[in-house]
Structure formats: structure tokens, C-alpha cells
């Protein structure tokens, strides 16, 4: 009983470490169930790759298909390429995907038109906005694959009203809510806590690296512009490879607003922990304040993760920067939502999900 299990990115590393780990508890129980680890090599850098497979004990891949950046089509292609030779030397049961990256969609496809069956792990979301390469990769990865575990009952609707049928979807939890609840008391501080002289609940932490918000240099300048005049505190901001050009060019330098290079994920936690509140563009980091009570304000128009919105902290406010600055008053203020943790974001995601994979491979 074997499974491929792929990974590409940096929120994807977050999601297999505890799949990882299940299967592993599966295996000590007499399960005969092992996997076969693939890194696409999407993302390369140390500090979006290599450190995260450190900090979370993930096991090396068993092949890095070394794909690396380029166009939308330029990446998925040379993943779909690689992926189909290693798929045909390294057959198997089963290819598991998670996640909404290119990689994602492309093994997905290469596995289907290989007969391999597929499960995605967090299937079902929509944020039903086009612009996003996310949203594109999510409906043809949902499209062809034969199993879905979801995150929310949300998901599973838009699954439904797409044709797919009860007995392939599984709403087992949040695999990235897995891994932040067993990393929780690993945090660690990072050097710019110090460096900053930073204060539990008087600082904000920034992520941005959607296209739609830092491609185009006036856009990302305004929104820099924005936050650095309504901050009133220091906002620390490990900078997405994507971002740093356009935040390089900028013409006028922000004040508060202090960057740094990506994060480690133990180090990244612990910054969201004590913060007063995060201004980001990402899907993890919502669904991870959420879980740990911290305002969040997401600078998007929509949200594949509106659970995040109904039971938890998260505030949308689309590309409007007046709402971003009025947003950012509340924060101050201390008077944002209180929000609860959605249903079975529990920290057993992972186990769910292979106890399940075992039933239908059996
Ligand atoms: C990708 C995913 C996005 C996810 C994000 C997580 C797609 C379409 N996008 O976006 O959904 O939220 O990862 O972080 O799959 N770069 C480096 N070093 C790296 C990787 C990238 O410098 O290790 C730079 C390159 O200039 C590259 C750019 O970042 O062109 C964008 O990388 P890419 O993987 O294409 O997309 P992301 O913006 O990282
Ligand atoms: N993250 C990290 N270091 C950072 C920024 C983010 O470890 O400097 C983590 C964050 O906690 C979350 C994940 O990266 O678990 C989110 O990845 P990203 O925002 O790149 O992708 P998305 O979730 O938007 O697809």
C-alpha cells in the first residue's frame, strides 16, 4: 500500500509534516502503509524550503524535481514533466496533493491521466475570484481528483454543487492547524525581537505576497504607504522573494514598517502569538490567527476561508485602503471581534485523513 505524496511550497511543507507523522503511527501500529515523498522544487530558497523540512522534522524527499520558478505555464509544465517520468520509474497506489500551487494541479493531472487515483487534501474551498492562479489550480485539481478532504462543511457544499458525490468527500480538519498545535510550545524567538526591542501586543506583523497586491509597484506603494501611516506601532515584515524587488524600488522609505528575510515557521508563530494584530494577503495565516485569537485583516477582496471570517478573527477588506486604515484603528484600539475555532480544527486532521486513505486503499 503505497502513497505519493507531494509537496511544493512553502504552506505545503507546513501540511504534510503531520501527514508525515500519521503515517508513521499507522506504520508502528502494523499498518502496511508506505509513501513516497516528492518535492517539486517550486520553492528552493533555504528560508522557504530547507528550514521548514528542519523545524518540522520532515523527512528529506526522496526526489526534488528541482522545477524552480518562471511563468505559470513554464512551472507547471516542467513539474507535469518531471513528475510523469518519476510517477512511471516510482508507480504507487495512491498520489496525495495539498494545498492550491501550481503544484498541486500539475501532479494532479499527470497522476489522473496516469490512472493513478488522487486525493486532495483541502479540497472544496473557492474563493470565486478568477484573477487568482490559486483559484484556477483549486477547480482542475477538484475537477479530476477521486477523494477530498476538507476543512470546512463550506467545502464540502462547493464540492456537492459540483457534481461530486458524498462518499468522496471527507471533512476531516485543518492538517495546517495540525502543525500549529504541536509546534506551539516549540516556538522560537527570532533575533529581531531584540533587534527591534519588540513588546508582547505592541507590535503588527505584515505578510503580502498575492500578485494582485505587489506585482505592480504603485499598488504595493500605496498599501506601504497606508500601513506605515496608520501602524502608530513597529510592523515587522519577513518579506515573500516575490515581494522584495517592488518593496527594494520603493521611493519612499516607510518609517515602522521594518522587514526581514522570510521567517522560519517556529520563529514566524511566535511573532503571530504575541502580536497585536496581522495585516496579510496569505490563506495560512488566517486560518492560523484565527485559531490563536489574534485580529486579522486580509488584504483581499474575497476569501476561500470564510470560516475564518464567520467563526474567527478575520476581517476582509478588499483593495480598499481607507478600510485597511480604519481596520488597523480598531487593532489599536483593542475593540476587534473576539472569534471561536471552527469545527474540527482540532489537531487531528492528519490521523483522520490516512486512517481514511487505509480504508479506501484496503
Ligand atoms: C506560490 C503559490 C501561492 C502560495 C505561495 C506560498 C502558485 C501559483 N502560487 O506563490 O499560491 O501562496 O507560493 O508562498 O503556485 N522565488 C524565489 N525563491 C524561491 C521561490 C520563489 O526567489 O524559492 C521568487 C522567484 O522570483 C519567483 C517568485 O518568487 O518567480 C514567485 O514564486 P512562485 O513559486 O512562482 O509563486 P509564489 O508567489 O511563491
Ligand atoms: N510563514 C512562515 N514564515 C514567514 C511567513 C509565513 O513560516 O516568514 C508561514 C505561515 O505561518 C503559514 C505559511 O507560511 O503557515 C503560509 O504560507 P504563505 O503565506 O507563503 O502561503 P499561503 O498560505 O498564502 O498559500
Known amino acids: 500500500m503505497k502513497i505519493t505524496l507531494v509537496a511544493g511550497a512553502r504552506p505545503n511543507f507546513i501540511k504534510i509534516a503531520p501527514l508525515i507523522r500519521a503515517i508513521e503511527q499507522e506504520q508502528q501500529a502494523g499498518s502496511p502503509i508506505d509513501y513516497r515523498l516528492v518535492h517539486t522544487g517550486q520553492h528552493y530558497d533555504d528560508r522557504l524550503s530547507k528550514i521548514f523540512f528542519e523545524h518540522l522534522n520532515i523527512p528529506d524527499p526522496h526526489v526534488n524535481l528541482g522545477a524552480g520558478s518562471g511563468t505559470q505555464a513554464e512551472q507547471t509544465a516542467r513539474i507535469m514533466v518531471a513528475f510523469e517520468k518519476d510517477l512511471r520509474e516510482h508507480p504507487c497506489d495512491m498520489v496525495v ?26 479540497g472544496g474551498i473557492r474563493s470565486f475570484d478568477m484573477t487568482m492562479p ?22 464540502g457544499e462547493n464540492l456537492r454543487k459540483a457534481g461530486i458525490g458524498e462518499e468522496r468527500i471527507f471533512f476531516v480538519g485543518n492538517t495546517m492547524i495540525d502543525t500549529l498545535l504541536t509546534s506551539l510550545p516549540r516556538t522560537q524567538q527570532p533575533e529581531l525581537w531584540r533587534k527591534h526591542n519588540l513588546k508582547v501586543g505592541q507590535y503588527l506583523v505584515l505578510t503580502l505576497h498575492r500578485p494582485s497586491n505587489v506585482d505592480e509597484p504603485e499598488r504595493f ?24 524587488k517592488n518593496f527594494d524600488g520603493l521611493s519612499r522609505k516607510p518609517s515602522h514598517i521594518k522587514p526581514c528575510e522570510p521567517l522560519s515557521y517556529l520563529e514566524f508563530i511566535y511573532l503571530l502569538q504575541h502580536a497585536r494584530g496581522i495585516i496579510t494577503d496569505s490563506g495560512g495565516v488566517q486560518e ?9 485583516v486580509t488584504m483581499r477582496s474575497s476569501t476561500e476561508r470564510p470560516e475564518t ?14 478600510a485597511l486604515g480604519h481596520a488597523m484603528k480598531s487593532m489599536q484600539q ?19 485523513i490516512i486512517r481514511q486513505i487505509i480504508k479506501l486503499l484496503r
Do not use: Y
Not at 99 to 120: E, F, L, Q, R
Not at 221 to 244: K, L, Y
Not at 309 to 322: C, P, R, S, Y
Open 221 to 244: 506603494a500605496s498599501i506601504m504607504d497606508t500601513i506605515d501611516t496608520s501602524a502608530g506601532m513597529e510592523v515587522i515584515f519577513p518579506i515573500h522573494p516575490r515581494t522584495q
Open 97 to 122: 496533493v495539498v494545498g492550491d500551487v501550481n503544484s498541486t494541479m500539475a501532479c494532479t493531472i499527470v497522476a489522473k491521466k496516469m490512472m493513478v487515483p488522487v486525493a486532495h487534501v483541502e
Open 288 to 296: 492560523e490567527t484565527t485559531v490563536l485569537g489574534i485580529p486579522c
Open 334 to 352: 483593542g475593540t476587534w471581534k473576539k472569534g471561536s475555532i471552527p469545527e474540527l480544527w482540532d489537531g487531528k486532521a492528519a490521523g483522520r
Open 309 to 322: 471570517v464567520t467563526w474567527g478573527t478575520n476581517e476582509i477588506v478588499g483593495d480598499q485602503l481607507d
Open 134 to 155: 490559486e483559484e484556477i489550480n483549486r477547480i482542475v485539481t477538484d475537477s479530476i481528483a477521486d477523494f477530498f478532504f476538507t476543512t470546512s462543511r463550506v467545502a
